[in-house]
């Protein structure tokens, strides 16, 4: 059961990693960027929930 949620912890990560990267290419995030040298803070929650999303997964994948 716990590789299973841990795969699906993976998959949702690198979704989210996706959808951020998508966002960030996005009109209202290359001006955010280009004005304020940030991203908005939509994009930034993607990219945070991904990776922490995506780590997860793969230490409870690596745990027996």
Not at 21 to 28: E, T
Request: proline content about 0%.
């Amino acid at each position: 059961m716990n590789r299973i949620m841990a795969i699906a912890l993976i998959v949702i990560g690198a979704g989210l990693l996706y959808f951020g990267y998508q966002s960030s290419q996005g009109l209202d995030d290359q001006l955010s960027q280009t004005l304020t040298g940030n991203f908005t803070d939509e994009t930034v929650y993607y990219f945070i929930g991904g990776g922490i999303a995506l780590v997860v997964g793969l230490v409870m994948l690596r745990r027996k």
